[in-house]
């Protein structure tokens, strides 16, 4: 199984630097066009199905990207993750000593990782239960939940450094599974 992940295109918030979470942000320009950019650079690749975020932002991706050409299946698990009060605020506030600790724990309404990484679990059992093992399956969300994918893929543990993977947005990272 071959499983394609996509980070959504740029929103306002990116360029802000603001806490997105799972506020309902759409694409800017630049942001169709990174999305516009993803369907040429996957145009000659030929997916079963395409699984994506609720929030437009990837759902807006995801359409643009499959151009019409493939089913678009909304799962409820590939939303970005909860940040609760921190939404809308300036992410540079994340670089302050102490913040890591709060960004790990439920305060302020924060998911917590690990609710994040079972929710990323949950939904590779849907694609592995619901694929066969020869599929091509592409995937449009958001960072941190693509981030807990990739730890769910590749393997973690407790002394792992959850910030050493990022994508940008409208990246594209390719798994063999």
Known sequence: MKL???????????????VQG???????????RQAEKVREELKNEV????????????RRTAEIATD???EIVIDENL???GFGELEGTDSAHWEIDGFSRVLNTNEFGIEPVRD???RAKKFLKRVKTE????????????????????YNIVGYDDETDFREFYMENGEIVEYEM
């Open 116 to 118: 994040v990484l079972a």
């Open 4 to 18: 394609y992940l996509v980070r959504h295109g740029e929103t306002s918030w990116n360029i802000g630097r603001k």
């Open 79 to 81: 939303k970005e993750r």
């Open 131 to 150: 694929n066969s093992d020869e599929a091509k399956i592409l995937v449009v969300g958001h960072g941190t939940l693509l981030k807990m994918l990739h």
């Open 47 to 58: 997916f079963d199905i395409c699984y994506c975020s609720p929030l437009m932002r990837a």
């Open 22 to 32: 799972q506020t309902d942000i759409p694409l800017n320009e630049t942001g169709v």
């Open 68 to 70: 019409g050409r493939l």
